[in-house]
């Protein structure tokens, strides 16, 4: 949703060559109190079939596993009530996990809308360029040192997750922040911190290193509420900065000109948005591990939905949540009673759809070069 009674507002309209006030095509106008604001209409339809889609798969978690569990009796446990029976298996075993799932891919949806906002390169992903890889290097060397509780794990990954961003900012800062330079400077930290986890790996005993290796693959296996009490307090915390992030998304996908004639500092924009989605990707992270490429194709699953000229922030977050507990369904029931870790899922639908965003991206860099030439 977006302001349509703001100075700022009429002035980008003035200079999109429409008449003050005029509604944008697709949108409807929601007022309340003295204020006025814009709906995406296909964009509001998108997150209310999330939302029930969410409901439907959570419901399907709950019920799947090693005993079958009917609808009839998962709901009541979820409100409270139930067999004991049904509180163990679902209360006990299966919500927990599930809750962390959706906290999770909430988190990573986000992140990976923001950092490619900034950005402007679907590439940007936490993952990607060395974000995931700098909360990993902190979480595994604090596995490595004797740190095994899962409980304050969260929030040491964000100080990796900051520190890493940091370099690959300041690197790929010359007088602005361009594009290509910080997607090819973020790979670059990210293999080199990767090497860095795996000689941590070597330093721990066996039994640390399978630990770190099982987290490294993005897992919620034996994960619950202790690990998801972090990240539910840390996007509490949030919820005003990323408010304030989905205001801010629309000033940061115009053009540089014309953001700064609107008055908006870009630097400390830009600064906001990539410090609100590399702590949403570190506590993510921190907490069921790099669950790779969900941050990656989230963001832009939701731009083709929606149809949204900007990538939009809400259905980021709930496609996220969909990906990765969908992901953690099927990891868990496919191969039964095996339990694949949901990162092995996602990274085995990502893969394909990285190699097909490059390939699409170098298509269209060739066409606009030729284009360019005649």
């Not at 019920?63 to 998962?74: E, I, L």
């Not at 609100?276 to 939905?305: E, H």
């Amino acid at each position: 949703m977006s302001a349509t009674d703001t100075p700022a507002t009429d002035r980008a309209a003035t200079r999109a060559g429409r008449p003050r006030g005029a509604r944008p095509a697709g949108y409807g106008v929601v007022r309340g109190g003295r204020g006025a604001f814009l709906l995406h209409r296909r964009a509001a339809l998108v997150v209310g079939a999330l939302v029930v889609l969410l409901a439907l798969i959570c419901v399907a978690y709950l019920c799947a596993g090693d005993s079958f569990v009917a609808p009839g009796r998962v709901l009541p446990v979820v409100f409270g009530g139930g067999q004991p029976a049904d509180q163990l298996i679902v209360g006990t075993l299966r919500e927990p996990r599930m809750v962390l799932g959706l906290l999770v891919g909430l988190a990573f949806g986000m992140s990976g809308a923001l950092i490619q906002t900034v950005a402007r390169n679907p590439l940007a992903s936490p993952d990607i360029i060395g974000i995931s890889q700098g909360a990993g290097v902190v979480t595994v060397g604090a596995l490595t040192f004797g740190v095994t509780s899962g409980t304050p794990l969260p929030y040491l990954s964000i100080a990796g997750g900051l520190a890493a961003a940091a370099l690959v900012y300041a690197f790929a800062w010359r007088g602005g922040l361009h594009a290509t330079r910080f997607v090819l400077i973020g790979i670059g930290f990210s293999i080199a911190l990767k090497s860095v986890i795996t000689l941590l790996m070597t330093k721990g005993d066996v039994l640390v290193a399978q630990q770190a290796q099982v987290w490294m693959t993005g897992s919620l296996n034996g994960r619950g509420y202790d690990e998801a009490a972090p990240m539910a307090i840390t996007l509490i915390v949030l919820t005003p900065a990323v408010l304030w992030a989905a205001y801010a998304q629309r000033t940061v996908s115009m053009d540089d000109d014309t953001a700064t004639a609107l008055g908006v500092r870009l630097g400390r924009v830009r600064l906001g948005l990539v410090v609100t989605g590399v702590v949403l990707a570190s506590v993510a992270t921190g907490a069921a591990g790099p669950v790779d490429f969900v941050a990656l194709m989230a963001p832009q699953i939701a731009r083709r939905m929606t149809g949204t000229a900007q990538i939009p922030l809400l259905t980021s977050a709930l496609t996220g949540a969909v990906v990765v507990v969908l992901g953690d369904l099927l990891a868990k029931t496919l191969f039964s009673p095996t339990e694949l870790p949901v990162g092995v899922l996602t990274a085995a639908v990502g893969a394909p759809y990285l190699i097909w965003l490059l390939i699409r991206r170098s298509g269209a860099g060739t066409r606009a070069r030729a284009t360019g030439g005649k």
